[in-house]
């Protein structure tokens, strides 16, 4: 069997096998996530990419629209560099499957070898999707993506940590999907470094930029004690950002993606030391959830039906056996050599 060095070798090679060796590679991440610590061993000298950008926002916001039409821009701009797109998809609750429908979307870039695009469905799976994701994300910077693109299923607290690998998170909104309350409720002050108005062409959509930008304002603010007659002074050590920006946007009309292109180039070149050193820590952080990961495979497999498990389990609920006893077991037979 080839090993995952051996595959990363070959996905980094640009030979004609090159694509072929990372699609096997990122099928592994989402096959078999906590094999990133793995794929992360001796990948220091891996090119990285230059931006890695998350895109996520309420359903039906046009968040694929969007990134198909950021996708265009960024080729336009650089013909000679390669692009990379992670698409997660929803999966149904019920049947277990997903459209993938970002790829029908995206058709207009199927057939340009400087993009390789890459649908995820969910499954179900939360902390595991989130750790092949950034697997996936890792793969696309190895085979010299400078840019890459994640888009997510739609706001949530997994979606938030997909994106939260990301260097930069866009979050779309669009007018029709509640006033400025519900924005808090969702969270999307936190999550959000970058904020687009979709659908621009609506006659709400200039309403919804003016709330935008009096809630991230009033945020800004509050989380800096900046208002005024404030008792206690901010450290003067600590560095202010600017509050995030709110552009107006139309993808389906193309308009204001020259302008949002121009602000993700600005912030690439502003921060492009500071994302790097950060993506250092990340992956300390990648190989903790690889392990936890991991760990919680192994346990499901010895409670599982074919180990005894649910003879086990009834032994803690008829009192023969308590929760802490059975966990310490399991971690002593688990740690048991082979």
Known sequence: MTSLEDMSAEARSGGPLAQRAAARLMTIMTDQPQRLAELLAGSRDWPQPRLVLGITGAPGSGKSTLTDRIATEVRRRRPDSRLGILAVDPSSPFTGGAL???RVRMMRHATDPQVFIRSLASRGRLGGLALGAK???RVMGLIGCETVIVETVGVGQSEVEIA???DLVLVVLAPGQGDTVQMLKAGLMEAGELFVVNKADRPDAERLHQQLLTALETSYFARHDLSFGADEKMDCNEVLTD???VLLCSAAEDQGIAELVDELERLAELNAERWLARREEQAVE???QA???EVRLRVLHAVGDNNGGPA???GVLAGSESLDT????????LAAPN
């Open 100 to 102: 993938l429908g970002d």
């Open 135 to 137: 697997g996936v994300v």
């Open 164 to 166: 939260g690998n990301a």
């Open 243 to 245: 509050p995030p920006k």
């Open 286 to 288: 990648e190989v903790r």
């Open 291 to 293: 392990v936890i990961e």
């Open 312 to 314: 086990r389990l009834r």
């Open 326 to 333: 059975l966990v310490d077991n399991v971690l002593v037979e």
